[in-house]
């Protein structure tokens, strides 16, 4: 592997920092506030009777939520990762890991990935960065990553851009749609496909899926940008242009779901990037996804304390519910059969 563990402990402590300090958010809109309900003055259900509990990928969830991939391989990726950790277990929704490629070669660094001690029984996501399949990772390898985590899932993340915008950037993505099918067809845990906030389009999750992928993450625009993260971590001034240049660079998140969810209407798909609320999840749910993913909210309020990831996801589930209320849907079956209207131009 050609990354030397404290190049990628450094580069990890880089991204928690960067994330929490600096302003990395797209220029680009998501798409959500295009998008509205019909509201439904007379319901005919019962707010408390609303429920938002969802089964995926086999797994019983309080939410259709998740925590997006974020961080670990460091000590402040072990205090984030256990405050979401046992949040999530609090609340019944799933989590998803930072790349797990520090953990492959430190035992330290792998600590900060074992948090079945404080999540013993919500769904946890191992993640890897799938251009690792071209720089040493093989198959045995992602086991290890699953292993690791004691995941129920591998995620596999896509950041082409972000390699090239990077000064240590792995940027030989040939041949990996092969590789990503000797992974699926080898692990024992499904394989779920995630971009890192520039979206997936319908013909790549085509060609994903194709290859054995169970899922899509779509992670499109309007949310963090890598493009901004790595402009931070940029020393010349030539990549500091480079990079700020792809801030409004990517397919927004509402676009990413709704092509990959009609090309795709069977294939399960997380929406996000950039999702920052309860009403963004619903919207996502009536354009077919099944789950609403968020990173950047919940990086800050974990790199304070359990209590405050608690407190987020308390909010973001009371309003996902007041919303499945005003449409009068009391599951999200039912919430998934609303239509969700795109405004034209005259209503802007």
């Known amino acids: 592997m050609d990354d030397s563990p ?5 580069r990890k402590q880089d991204h928690i920092e960067i994330n929490l300090k600096k302003d990395v958010q797209s220029t680009l809109e998501t798409g959500f506030d295009h998008y509205y309900f019909y509201h439904n003055p007379l319901p005919e259900i019962n707010l408390q009777d609303v429920t938002t509990e969802c089964s995926f990928l086999g797994k019983s969830l309080q939410a259709p939520i998740l ?3 974020m961080t670990g391989g460091t000590a402040d990726g072990l205090k984030i990762n256990r405050n979401l950790a046992e949040a999530a ?3 019944g929704i799933a989590l998803a890991l930072g790349s797990g490629r520090a953990g492959l070669d430190s035992a330290e660094a792998a600590k900060t990935f074992q948090l079945r001690k404080w999540a013993p029984s919500i769904p946890i996501y191992a993640n890897l960065g799938a ?4 720089y040493g990772c093989g198959v045995e390898d992602c086991k290890r990553v699953v292993e690791m985590a004691e995941a129920d899932a591998l995620i596999l993340h896509l950041n082409s851009l972000q390699e090239a915008l990077q000064p240590e950037g792995q940027t030989n993505f040939s041949g990996l749609v092969k590789k990503i ?6 692990l024992k845990v499904p394989v779920i496909a995630k971009e ?4 997936i389009d319908a013909n790549t999750a085509k060609r994903l899926i194709d290859a054995g992928v169970c899922c899509i993450d779509v992670a499109g625009a309007g949310g963090t940008s890598w493009s901004e993260v790595e ?3 940029n020393v010349s001034d030539d990549r500091i242009r480079i990079s700020s240049h792809f801030q409004n660079w990517g397919l927004p998140t509402t676009e990413a779901v709704k092509a990959v969810c009609e090309a795709l209407p069977k294939i399960p798909v997380i929406a996000s990037g950039g999702l920052r609320k309860g009403l963004d999840i619903a919207k996502s749910l009536a354009l077919g996804a099944s789950m609403g993913g968020m990173a950047g909210g919940f990086l800050k309020a974990a790199s304070h304390s359990e209590g405050a990831v608690v407190k987020m996801i308390d909010e973001l589930i009371l309003e996902l ?3 499945m209320f005003a449409v009068g849907a009391d599951n999200l079956e039912q919430l998934k059969q609303i239509p969700v209207h795109k405004r034209s131009l005259n209503d802007c």
């Open 6 to 10: 404290w190049l990628t402990k450094s």
């Open 67 to 69: 925590i997006s991939s």
């Open 89 to 91: 277990q609090l609340r």
């Open 131 to 134: 251009i690792q399949l071209n």
């Open 181 to 186: 099918e000797e992974v699926c067809k080898s």
């Open 196 to 199: 890192v906030g520039w979206g």
């Open 231 to 233: 402009k931070h971590r």
């Open 321 to 323: 519910r007041i919303v």
